[in-house]
């Protein structure tokens, strides 16, 4: 995995959304409060090498950022919403992408990474989802993000319109 710019390139380099269609990943943020750490990078994002049919549908963008004293990195997730992709790629964030975040940005900043996005897939099977989501996790799908620190800030709230489910979702350390 390489970085490189926030917008999809197809072929021919113009942006698209991972499906064909045309996209653009961003953060939108306040220039007087907020600090862009990585100018020269501005909206990195992940470059998987593997084929189509194994990476992510959808790779992620990743900044940094700095507000007063504070610094930190998003990572922006928008997940595969049919329900086996949507299993291997949140596996994926744990087992591929933590570790070459660590490698990137170093044990102690990759710590202050935040994943957020729609992950397409509920943070649990327990509780208060338990029987609300047709797309629901393995009891190992967020193991690795939970073992390296990660847990899921939205808890016991719907993030959907119709008030069903829970996918979209702000991982921190």
């Known amino acids: ?25 961003a953060f939108v943020y306040d220039q007087s409060m907020v600090v862009l750490q990585q100018p020269s990078s501005i909206g990195t994002k992940v470059i998987d090498t593997r084929s189509r049919r194994e990476r992510m549908n959808r790779l992620p963008a990743i900044s940094s950022f700095r507000c007063g004293k504070l610094e930190f990195t998003l990572c922006n997730v928008h997940l ?14 744990g087992d591929i992408l933590l570790s070459h975040l660590k490698t990137k940005y170093g044990s102690e900043r990759y710590q202050s990474i935040i994943f957020l996005g729609d992950f397409n897939l509920s943070y649990t099977n327990t509780g208060f989802f338990k029987n609300s989501s047709t797309n629901r996790p393995r009891s190992t799908t967020y193991s690795k993000l939970k073992e390296n620190g990660w847990s899921p800030s939205i808890k016991d709230a719907y993030t959907n319109i119709k008030k069903t489910e829970c996918y979209d979702q702000i991982w921190m350390h």
Not at 16 to 25: C, F, H
Not at 81 to 86: G, I, N
Request: aromatic share 8%; no cysteine; glycine share 12%.
């Open 80 to 93: 595969d919403p049919s329900h086996d992709r949507t299993l291997i790629e949140a596996q994926e964030l």
């Open 1 to 25: 995995m390489e970085y490189n710019t926030s917008f999809y390139e197809k072929d021919d380099g113009t942006p698209e959304d991972g499906r064909g269609g045309k996209g653009v990943l």
